[in-house]
């Protein structure tokens, strides 16, 4: 086993014997690794806090992207049953049947269409407001002279907004002027 001594000299700098090359001086040499070294910690430093920035906005982009996910499925769920909303609508509209069973068809839509607008569902108003190609799609036009040009006259199919977002343009008839 090697003794302190020895171990000490393998682990010890060895000693500047040569002058620095160009002239420079022994503290000009220390100062320049000093400034070298000071750099390579700046850069280093600028890389981590860029990389902490990048892995942060990546771990905002997966959440935002995963509750956008998550809305979109429910989204979809809602469009499939659209034609169900449809269709009690069409059914309380019906002339026939007894007061019991038009109660009932009107209970059951009630409970279906809160629960719908609970989860994020809205109408989207058209009968008398003005064309929005972003909300409205026009079916037929009419020509007439009590109307304001490009107004809604007539409603075919309701739209529907889902939390903001366009889930069913309204069907709409659209007024012209002569």
């Known amino acids: 086993m090697k003794?302190?001594?020895e171990v000490m000299?393998?682990?010890a700098p060895a000693p500047l014997e040569a002058p620095p090359p160009d002239g420079a001086s022994e503290l000009e040499v220390l100062v320049a690794e000093r400034d070298r070294a000071v750099a390579q910690k700046d850069d280093l430093w600028d890389r981590l806090v860029r990389k902490q920035a990048e892995f942060e906005n990546l771990r905002k982009r997966a959440s935002k992207e995963k509750d956008e996910i998550?809305?979109?499925a429910a989204m979809e769920v809602i469009r499939s049953l659209l034609p169900v909303l449809d269709d009690f609508q069409r059914a309380l509209g019906a002339p026939g049947e007894g007061e019991e069973y038009r109660k009932g068809i009107d209970l059951i839509f009630r409970r279906f269409?809160?629960?719908l607008v609970q989860n994020g569902l809205s109408p989207i108003e058209s009968k008398g407001k003005k064309?929005?190609?972003?909300?409205?799609?026009?079916?037929?036009?009419?020509?007439t002279p009590d109307q304001e040009d490009h107004t809604n006259v007539e409603?075919?199919?309701r739209g529907y907004e889902f939390k903001g977002r366009l889930l069913r343009p309204a069907m709409v008839r659209v007024a012209v002027r002569d």
């Open 3 to 5: 003794n302190m001594d």
């Open 9 to 11: 000299e393998t682990t």
């Open 70 to 72: 998550q809305q979109f």
């Open 113 to 115: 269409w809160d629960l």
């Open 131 to 143: 064309f929005d190609p972003h909300f409205h799609q026009a079916v037929d036009t009419v020509k």
């Open 155 to 157: 409603e075919y199919q």
